[in-house]
């Protein structure tokens, strides 16, 4: 793996947070799957529990065997998915799940990002102009590699110079199956929910869970399962 990958695999806290939330999800809800398949997830639970012991013993270096192995176990817990059933509270809609959220204006230093991220206990934030337009998302990760790459002060640097204009946005009646799949293929925590551009709230990986915990559904809980492991994937440069 190049030094890239390794620098933006921060990951490899991540990737152990997914699978201890992966095994711990499963047990919980284990009675609920059938005995065929309360068989296998106990296989794909030893799995997990390798990918963890081996993703301990590596420290800062992760091999290529141990994402391959987050790979195949992904897709393994996507077939048992499919093979257990319908995943019914997953049917429920982001503005059902959806959460306010608190736009950062584009002009904010990344110094003001920070310190909103911090007041609010995330990871990211939308950016947002005349208050509720739309506009981006900017992320701890891209506050501390613009830090990293151009050496300035963070109060001396605006969000619009580091956010992402590309933002995987959700309308309001998209389902929670689907803000999976955008969270697994984009590798995404959190989702605005916006209707013709105008932010509406946010969806956070979080939310998701909480709902699925809540309405003991099996089938959903092992879907959660896999947008964690897919989201703790490295990425590939």
Same mark, same amino acid.
């Given at each position: 793996?190049?030094?890239?990958?390794?620098?933006?695999?921060?990951?490899?806290?991540?990737?152990?947070?997914?699978?201890?939330?992966?095994?711990?999800?499963? =047990?919980? =809800? @284990?009675?609920?799957?059938?005995?065929?398949? *309360?068989?296998?997830?106990?296989?794909? +639970?030893? *799995?997990?529990?390798?990918?963890?012991?081996?993703? $301990?013993?590596?420290?800062?270096?992760?091999? +290529?065997?141990?994402?391959?192995?987050?790979?195949?176990?992904?897709?393994?817990?996507?077939?048992?998915?499919?093979?257990?059933?319908?995943?019914?509270?997953?049917?429920?809609?982001?503005?059902?799940?959806?959460?306010?959220?608190?736009?950062?204006?584009? $002009?904010?230093?990344?110094?003001?990002?920070? !310190?909103?991220?911090?007041?609010?206990?995330?990871?990211?934030?939308?950016?947002?102009?005349?208050?509720?337009?739309?506009?981006?998302?900017?992320?701890?990760?891209?506050?501390?590699?613009?830090?990293?790459? *151009?050496?300035?002060?963070?109060?001396?640097?605006?969000?619009?110079?580091?956010? /992402? !204009?590309?933002?995987?946005?959700?309308?309001?009646?998209?389902?929670?199956?689907?803000?999976?799949?955008?969270?697994?293929?984009?590798?995404?925590? =959190?989702?605005?929910? @916006?209707?013709?551009?105008?932010?509406?709230?946010?969806?956070?990986?979080?939310?998701?869970?909480?709902?699925?915990?809540?309405?003991?559904?099996?089938?959903?809980?092992?879907?959660?399962?896999?947008?964690?492991?897919?989201?703790?994937?490295?990425? /590939?440069?």
């Amino acid at each position: 793996m190049t030094k890239s990958n390794t620098a933006s695999f921060r990951t490899g806290r991540d990737l152990l947070d997914a699978l201890q939330t992966a095994r711990d999800t499963a =047990r919980v =809800r @284990a009675h609920l799957l059938s005995s065929e398949a *309360r068989e296998q997830w106990g296989h794909l +639970q030893e *799995r997990l529990d390798g990918l963890q012991s081996s993703v $301990e013993a590596s420290g800062d270096k992760v091999s +290529q065997a141990t994402v391959k192995g987050v790979e195949e176990i992904t897709q393994a817990i996507r077939e048992l998915l499919h093979d257990a059933g319908p995943a019914t509270s997953l049917a429920v809609s982001a503005e059902s799940l959806m959460k306010p959220a608190q736009g950062c204006p584009p $002009e904010e230093t990344l110094l003001g990002a920070a !310190k909103l991220m911090w007041e609010l206990d995330c990871g990211s934030v939308p950016v947002t102009v005349e208050g509720s337009t739309l506009v981006g998302m900017i992320t701890d990760r891209d506050i501390c590699m613009a830090a990293y790459t *151009r050496g300035q002060p963070l109060e001396a640097m605006t969000v619009s110079s580091a956010m /992402s !204009k590309e933002v995987a946005s959700a309308a309001p009646d998209t389902p929670a199956t689907a803000l999976l799949t955008q969270m697994s293929d984009k590798r995404l925590r =959190r989702i605005p929910v @916006a209707r013709d551009g105008k932010l509406l709230g946010i969806v956070s990986l979080a939310d998701v869970v909480r709902h699925v915990a809540s309405a003991n559904d099996a089938a959903a809980a092992l879907r959660v399962v896999a947008t964690l492991a897919a989201i703790s994937e490295p990425a /590939s440069r």
